[in-house]
């Protein structure tokens, strides 16, 4: 008997023509916003934003530039929003427009810091795109300027975002329920 996730059918959250709908109209909002620029600065944050940072910039109208960020948050209920850089930009930052690409804002501690961290790389801009934002976690007020989905406080996988590495390869978002099997 196998210990791995269950294989029922997921119940979708978000379809995969949702996402690619939504996305091709952030491109167009964010290409609006940054008609001079001359190359944008698009900033993944590993591993969970992969496949929305492709899609995204495949979309852009504009010449980009990509690079990633990994980081992990530690410290106890009385640190929260601790971070270290487990993978750091490998591009300057200085004087450049630069949209940080997230999957997920909830509690906002490590998006936070990692965003007041690539401040200190002195860019032009500094602005996020989050895939989806859970309102109803925030902690820490995180101003996000381009937003696919609000969605309630529910474990997600799917479209880059996994439970312990599985699921990111669904073209779609699922509630992941606790049974371990995505709804």
């Known amino acids: 008997m196998s210990d791995g996730p ?22 167009a909002e964010i290409a609006g916003n940054h008609p001079e620029t001359d190359e944008l600065v698009c900033l993944g944050v590993l591993k969970g934003s992969v496949f929305f940072l492709v899609d995204l910039v495949r979309a852009l109208p504009m010449p980009v530039a990509i690079d990633f960020v990994q980081t992990s948050s530690y410290g106890s ?12 930009v490998d591009l300057s930052l200085a004087g450049r427009d630069v949209l940080v690409v997230e999957d997920v804002v909830d509690t906002g501690h ?3 810091r990692l965003l007041g961290l690539l401040r200190l790389r002195e860019p032009r801009s500094l602005e996020l795109c989050a895939l989806l934002d859970k309102p109803d976690r925030r902690e820490v007020e995180v101003t996000i300027d381009y937003l696919g ?5 529910r474990f997600v996988v799917g479209y880059g975002l996994d439970h312990a590495e599985a699921y990111r390869n669904l073209p779609y978002i699922a509630v992941l329920e606790p049974d371990g099997a995505p709804r």
């Open 149 to 153: 989905f609000s969605i309630p406080d």
């Open 77 to 88: 209920a009385s640190k929260p929003g601790e971070v270290s850089i487990k993978k750091d």
């Open 110 to 112: 490590t998006l936070a």
């Open 6 to 27: 269950k294989t029922s059918r997921p119940t979708v959250l978000l379809s995969e023509e949702q996402i690619r709908r939504r996305v091709c109209e952030l491109a």
